[in-house]
């Protein structure tokens, strides 16, 4: 449970800081949160808890498949905000986007031969 508790306040402390620094420095903010700090730490926190090399390679192979469904929606939310689209119907327009994106990969990737 002291692992969990670990875990859960050093990743808030990554969300909380990017948040912060953000409204300062944008361009540094996106940059801080653009870093693959949850993939790192989500590999650290699996390496840690099953030492399991084969099930960390997949893993990391995994998310890098998911990643790029997810990349459009970083596009897509400015452009909705450049026309004069609200933030919360942006985001959730982003989100969707994103959604449909995760599933299509989901259904390709077996077809391509691709393990997620």
């Known amino acids: 449970m002291l692992q969990f508790i670990v875990k859960a306040l050093l990743s808030g402390l990554i969300v ?9 420095y944008p361009g540094f903010g996106a940059l801080v949160a653009s870093l693959p700090l949850v993939s790192v730490l989500g590999m650290i926190w699996l390496w840690n808890d099953t ?3 084969a099930l960390l390679a997949d893993h990391a192979r995994a998310t890098f498949w998911f990643v790029l469904p997810s990349l459009p929606m970083f596009l897509v939310i400015p452009a909705l ?3 004069g689209w609200g933030f919360p119907s942006a985001l959730v327009t982003g989100c969707l986007l994103t959604i449909a ?10 077809r391509l031969g691709l393990r997620l």
């Open 16 to 24: 909380a800081t990017v948040a912060t620094v953000a409204k300062r």
């Open 51 to 53: 030492g399991d090399p």
């Open 81 to 83: 905000l450049n026309r």
């Open 101 to 110: 994106l995760y599933l299509a990969i989901t259904w390709a990737a077996p």
